[in-house]
């Protein structure tokens, strides 16, 4: 049965253990074992490389799906904006249509109309200055935005010297694995 990737980090592990303990001990490793730990190595590595290999065959169809699902995304939106348009314009044509002959109600037998207001807040729409506004009509809104510098911040931590600055951190890059 082909090892996990968690079974081949304890093995790594447990070889890179068993060194540590003769380097406390102050002791060299016999030959023999230091073969038996070679071989075993070895076989890690390979166990490694041939799982790896695994695990970016499935990355690389993960992100094939995602880039799928991303353009059936796009397509579906742009279906959706052609049928919400196809309704708009259907409802506008039938809107002229029961206006023009005075009919504010319908009954097909399957389906009810009838004309009327929309509901909710009527559209304001303000066409002059605002200055031209009698003044009982104008309110004054002052926004004072105080947010931190980032950019002088990134600066001042990246100096070799740098003092720390209580509540900012500035993290080391993340380590990643990229795949070709």
């Known amino acids: 049965m082909s090892k996990t990737m968690f079974d081949i980090q304890d093995d790594f ?32 590595v390979v166990s490694f490389e041939s799982k790896v290999d695994n695990y970016a065959y499935v990355i690389a169809d993960a992100k094939g799906k995602t880039n799928q699902i991303k353009e059936e995304e796009k397509r579906l939106n742009a279906l959706r904006k052609m049928q919400e348009r196809k309704e708009k314009k259907l409802k506008s044509i ?70 720390p600055i209580p509540g900012v951190t500035l993290h080391p890059r993340s380590i990643i694995v990229r795949i070709k």
């Open 94 to 163: 039938i809107l002229q249509t029961m206006q023009q002959i005075g009919m504010t109600k319908l009954d097909t037998g399957l389906h009810k109309l009838s004309v009327g207001k929309a509901g909710g807040k009527r559209k304001l729409e303000i066409t002059c200055d605002f200055k031209d506004l009698p003044e009982m009509f104008r309110t004054q809104r002052v926004e004072v935005i105080v947010e931190p510098d980032k950019e002088c911040l990134f600066e001042a931590l990246s100096e070799e010297d740098s003092e």
């Open 13 to 44: 592990d447990s070889i890179f253990f068993k060194m540590d303990e003769y380097e406390q001990l102050g002791e060299s490793i016999p030959e023999d074992v230091q073969a038996e730990m070679d071989a075993f190595y070895s076989d890690l």
